[in-house]
């Protein structure tokens, strides 16, 4: 039975019902084409795990294209049989969402599909599935309907297509466990329509996912006294005679709707004010065994809010939802248009950024997907790449913050309390990417990655935001803020490729930087620049100093040479960093005592800074010393856990 | 020695069991020295990797004053072996936390530690006899009895030693798995409240570990039975170890348990003490100190578990006046030396 609650202590925290501004889902004037617009109602029943649902989908072809078919997405047929190219990719990367029970999977049927027109014509019999990607005949995740009639450009149609669904145990952040469910994906959507033609890709393993933007205007009927939330605003509820009840859900300018319910959640509510930035109404379902960390999940939203609105652009509905899903489900971590999932645990512990990290990425995801809509099947960088790049730069806000591992079973946290994580190097996630620098081209389509979470992530995440974060300490903060909110403002409801992203840098930067991301993007090779060797000799009073500097790897970047003399004299090199080697040399009257490539450490995506300096009065084995001494005692008392034995 | 007849607190053999060890201070310091000796080839090939990896870099000026973790990092991900081990968890209390963790869910070792630790365990099933037959005596026995009796108990006690890997191996190699990658996942399958999983998976480590406590516990009766009672048999000595165990079980018990809690308060005294990075000289010598005081205390907690277990298993000798009494020359048995005396 689900406890409701107020947080009525606090400034800034208010009910919903008493911020003073009506938030009802509308956006005037409207901020997208709400080309695919749904309006659909569906039921769950618990029990069975099933949803019935039916929908009418107002489609406009916004296109210079002429259409004959519709294409949908079909996402939960991918946990229909081991066949599916979800599974095969999920099994070829290692997962371990293989050998599930029949009852565990999910599927999603097509029980009628109609265009609604001056009369309706039945278009079910014609529907078969299409695998654009693959060709693999077993997958059945993109459905085809041929059209009787062709849509010209600007011409649109309606659809009603019925359905009936098997909820998943949870896959892929979608499903059911106990009585909490997380529905995402669920229902047959529309993929998007391009000048090139249908951009409906099959559900791959490594990818998310991509659609037009419309108003969705939602029924959903679930069990009396469940509390729900979904995308957009609970304009209604009505209590049925049959022990349930039907919430109605609404929103303009989204482009996907997901929901979860469950009878255990307990609700809180806050708002964000900063003017001036447009208040925002937070509403939190968390877990009750999560309840006290209510309030650091506000105000990592809060900071989200207001950085991310005041370095990029504002978040204009004016309303969010944070779901805490419930332990094991799987859910957590994920974005869906105004709601997305956390994610914390029953033990946290101050110091460390649990739950902060993953509500302020998911809650950035408002930005970077969510109103920025690039294609997450083929630009996964212009997603979650671009947010690692922010939630860094939120969290490192954030003082103290500790490395903490997790131990017994993964229950108990250890905070290393000497190991601060940095913003530039753990944030942006380096070890992901030093792991496996070349696992993928990050200009090949993201569906083509290979399909390990590892590899994926790597390339996504961790290249791109170190990218960002090196050309940010290359160009400046304010050059690259200019940049992002430029790219925000003229992208934000539309569909960007990485090309229009690397267009406006070369736009407000003024400056060509088509060669960094030939380096970065259009090429998988790494950094890594080292000093080779530095000598200093003594000759009639004065010294001949030398050193000698190399590129390792074959990726190409400027970089700076900080040549550090004995009297204090320092000389900066500025070195274009081509050539394979190149020496410096100094007749200078002090010796030479080290010399560092890159000393301010622009170059982010070397994946070797410990050979970049070098000095003549070294340290290696005094720290190698105490360090080997601290492992000794990991060791004996490692070996004495042994003795337990004999 | 005297031995006592009746009822003979398990409290007392406690006292009596500490008050042994710190009578024979070499025992002690031997066995110190003995885990020194095995951890110092490892530290050596690790501080080379160390010193290899940070070569003249002025990474390693952080690393020396402090904790770089970027580099920490970078060594790791290239590095293999005993390198492959190194990480935060060498942090002071963390490697405790990490080891404990380690050995309670059974996590994999890299191959390197494995047979660091076999050898190690070698060293104390030779040290056994030596170690238990000092103890048992309860005055000195010099270098030469103190190895002797190691010597003649050794092959004794690798028997016993296929005993103990026989029973551990089906606890690790069977029940564990059985426990934690079975009947835990079974039980917790729709469990969506974390707290309620932990306390199941508390139950299950107070399952595994009663399991390990009560051959733990056999077996070490069963050297104390070996060598008081001069038995060649080690299944012989097992039983016999298992029925004083049995015949005294809330005595036995009960010390087993107080030497526990003597275990907890070494690593809660540890837990406070423990150093942190520091830096490079005096403190890295100093951190080494306050280490190396960990490792006597637990070295010491596990010498006081055989000494208490035997100054119980003496105290409580129901039979000791049926061991006929010969010249009391070693290496005769500790039960006949306290006859004779």
């Not at chain 1, 919430?247 to 997901?258: I, K, L, N, T």
């Not at chain 1, 990655?449 to 400046?476: D, H, Q, V």
Request: proline share 5%.
């Amino acid at each position: 039975m689900a406890a409701v609650s107020v947080i009525a202590s606090g400034a800034s925290v208010a009910s919903a019902q008493t911020a003073g501004t009506a938030v009802t889902g509308a956006l005037d004037p409207p901020r997208s084409p709400r080309n695919a617009s749904y309006s659909i109602d569906a039921r769950l029943d618990p029990a069975t795990r099933i949803i019935t649902g039916s929908e009418v989908i107002a489609w406009r072809n916004i296109t210079t294209k002429t259409v004959n078919d519709l294409q949908f997405h079909l996402y939960w047929n991918a946990w229909r049989n081991d066949r599916s190219t979800w599974l095969r990719e999920a099994a070829l990367g290692g997962s371990k969402y293989l050998n599930r029970r029949d009852a565990d999977r999910g599927r999603i049927d097509i029980t009628s599909v109609v265009l609604v027109a001056a009369s309706r014509i039945d278009l079910t019999a014609a529907r078969h599935f299409i695998q654009p990607d693959d060709g693999n005949r077993d997958d059945e995740t993109v459905m085809a309907v041929p059209l009787p009639r062709p849509v010209a450009p600007g011409g649109s149609v309606d659809v009603e297509v019925k359905w009936t669904a098997h909820v998943p145990r949870t896959w892929a952040r979608t499903g059911a466990i106990g009585n909490f469910f997380f529905i995402a994906q669920w229902f047959p959507k529309l993929g998007v329509l391009q000048d090139e033609g249908w951009n409906c890709h099959q559900f791959h393993a490594g990818t998310e996912f991509f659609s037009d933007y419309g108003v969705y205007d939602v029924r959903l009927t679930i069990p009396n006294g469940w509390p729900v939330g979904g995308t957009g605003v609970e304009r209604e509820r009505r209590d049925n005679s049959d022990g349930t009840t039907t919430d109605r859900y609404y929103q303009e300018d989204v482009h996907d709707f997901a929901w979860t319910t469950s009878p255990d959640y307990l609700e809180r509510t806050a708002r964000f004010e900063n003017p001036p930035l447009p208040p925002v109404d937070m509403r939190l379902l968390i877990q009750p065994e999560h309840a006290a960390q209510a309030g650091r999940h506000f105000d990592a939203v809060r900071n989200t809010l207001k950085f991310y609105g005041e370095w990029f652009g504002a978040y204009p509905y004016g309303h969010i939802t944070i779901v805490d899903p419930a332990y094991q489900s799987d859910a957590d971590g994920m974005e869906y248009p105004t709601l997305f999932t956390a994610g914390t645990r029953w033990l946290v512990l101050p110091r460390v950024l649990t739950p902060e990290s993953v509500t302020i990425h998911e809650a950035g995801h408002q930005w970077w997907y969510g109103m920025v809509g690039s294609n997450e099947f083929e630009d996964g960088l212009l997603d979650e790449g671009f947010n690692t790049f922010s939630t860094a730069r939120v969290e490192a806000i954030y003082r103290p913050n500790n490395l903490a591992l997790r131990y017994f079973g993964g229950f108990i946290p250890y905070v290393f309390r000497d190991i601060a994580l940095s913003r530039e190097i753990d944030r942006n996630r380096m070890g992901l990417y030093r792991a496996m620098p070349k696992s993928d081209l990050t200009s090949a389509p993201s569906y083509t990655f290979f399909p390990s979470r590892a590899a994926r992530n790597a390339m996504t995440y961790a290249k791109t935001a170190l990218w960002l974060n090196t050309l940010e300490r290359r160009i400046g903060w304010e050059t690259l803020q200019r940049i992002m909110s430029t790219y925000f403002s003229r992208w934000q409801f539309k569909h960007p490729k990485p090309h229009d992203f690397f267009d406006i840098v070369t736009e407000v930067a003024r400056r060509d930087l088509g060669w960094y991301f030939d380096q970065v993007y259009r090429s998988s090779n790494v950094f890594d620049y080292g000093v080779q060797d530095l000598t200093s000799t003594a000759e009639n009073g004065r010294f001949l100093s030398s050193a000698v500097v190399r590129r390792y790897g074959e990726a190409i970047f400027p970089v700076d040479v900080l040549v550090t003399f004995a009297n204090g004299d320092r000389v900066t090199e500025h070195w274009d960093g081509r050539d394979r080697w190149k020496a410096y040399t100094y007749d200078r009257p002090s010796r030479v005592v080290s010399a560092v490539v890159d000393p301010n450490r622009v170059l982010l995506l070397d994946i070797n800074y410990t050979n970049n300096s070098r000095t003549l009065a070294p340290r290696g084995r005094e720290a190698a010393t105490k360090w080997s001494l601290k492992w000794m005692v990991w060791l004996q008392d490692q070996l004495l856990s042994w003795a337990f034995f004999a | 020695m005297n031995v006592k007849k009746g009822p003979y607190p398990f409290f007392a053999a406690w006292g009596d069991g500490m008050r042994r060890v710190n009578r024979a201070p070499a025992v002690l310091l031997g066995v110190w020295a003995l885990t020194v000796l095995i951890s110092l080839p490892l530290t050596a090939t690790l501080r080379g990797m160390l010193r290899d990896h940070l070569g003249e870099s002025l990474a390693a000026d952080t690393a020396a004053s402090g904790v770089n973790y970027d580099w920490m990092q970078e060594f790791t991900s290239q590095a293999t072996g005993v390198g492959a081990t190194f990480g935060p968890a060498v942090l002071g209390f963390g490697a405790v936390v990490d080891n404990l963790s380690a050995f309670i869910d059974n996590d994999r070792k890299p191959i390197v530690i494995i047979a660091a630790a076999s050898a190690y365990i070698g060293l104390w099933i030779f040290l056994a006899g030596g170690i238990i037959d000092r103890y048992a005596r309860d005055r000195v026995t010099d270098a030469h009895g103190f190895f002797a009796a190691s010597g003649v108990f050794f092959f004794r006690f690798l028997r016993l030693g296929v005993l103990m890997a026989v029973a551990y191996g089906l606890l690790f190699r069977y029940l564990h798995p059985w426990l934690f990658n079975t009947i835990y996942p079974r039980l917790t399958y729709d469990l969506t409240v974390e707290r309620t999983a932990f306390l199941i998976r508390v139950a299950l480590y107070a399952v595994f570990g009663f399991s390990l406590a009560a051959c733990n516990i056999l077996f070490d009766y069963a050297k104390v039975r070996a060598v008081v009672e001069d038995r060649r048999s080690m299944l012989g000595a097992a039983a016999a170890g298992a029925r004083f165990i049995w015949r005294n079980r809330g005595a036995a018990v009960g010390l087993y348990l107080v030497d526990v809690a003597l275990f907890a308060i070494v690593l809660a005294l540890y837990g406070l003490v423990a150093p942190g990075a520091g830096e490079a000289g005096w403190s890295m010598w100093l951190a080494l100190l306050v280490g190396q005081l960990y490792v006597l205390g637990r070295l010491w907690v596990k010498l006081v578990f055989w000494a208490s277990e035997t100054a119980l298993f003496q105290g409580r000798l129901a039979h000791a006046g049926y061991i006929a009494a010969p010249q009391v020359a070693w290496p005769d048995s500790p039960s006949a030396a306290a006859l004779g005396s």
